[in-house]
């Protein structure tokens, strides 16, 4: 049965996933790898199934072995090259810690900035995602952006930083006019 649960919450299924639930499955249990249903729902992006879960009782800040949240893993999903936004708000609205830190420090933020996913990194800094923080390399969302050259990536995460004071060269200021923006629309490809 809990492969089943499993199953479904990878195909996004919430049809399938209502059934096991109703069956007995249990929302909380984990796979091999210590991951819960909702959070292979949330990496597939699939919303009712999500929704399905959580309405059935499943931890939104449950964390696997490896440090796996469900809105990490919303957060951005390197096999389809996207994050997904809709996933990652439900699972805020139900209580999920926007900086909660997988492996090595890194935060939902610093996965879809490093991604490219402006989207996600425009609503969760837009939610109250901390943009300064820095994982135990000492590296930010930002930094992050800027390996990779996510143009409207790193223009969404100066603004964020200049409305706090920092100027683009990491230093703190008592003006915020420091930066002048360089705004540049060259957007990613959306994945359909």
């Not at 809105?71 to 096999?79: I, K, P, Q, T």
């Not at 200049?162 to 360089?182: A, I, N, W």
């Amino acid at each position: 049965m809990s492969q089943a649960l499993f199953d479904a919450a990878r195909s996004g299924d919430s049809a399938q996933i209502k059934a096991q639930l109703e069956a007995g499955a249990d929302p909380a249990m984990v796979d091999e790898a210590g991951e819960t249903a909702l959070m292979h729902a949330a990496h597939g992006g699939h919303v009712a199934a999500v929704q399905v879960l959580l309405a059935a009782g499943a931890d939104v800040n449950a964390k696997a072995p490896s440090g796996w949240t469900a809105l990490a893993r919303a957060a951005y999903n390197d096999e389809t090259d996207h994050g997904y936004v809709e996933v990652v708000e439900i699972l805020a609205d139900a209580g999920a810690s926007l900086d909660e830190r997988i492996f090595f420090g890194i935060t939902p933020l610093m996965l879809a900035a490093g991604g490219g996913d402006a989207s996600v990194v425009e609503w969760l800094i837009n939610a109250g995602a901390n943009v300064l923080v820095a994982n135990e390399g000492g590296r930010t969302a930002r930094m992050m952006a800027n390996d990779k050259f996510y143009v409207d990536v790193i223009n969404l995460l100066n603004e964020a930083e200049r409305q706090l004071g920092v100027s683009e060269d990491g230093s703190c200021s008592s003006t915020k006019s420091v930066v002048k923006p360089h705004v540049v629309n060259l957007m990613k490809p959306t994945a359909h």
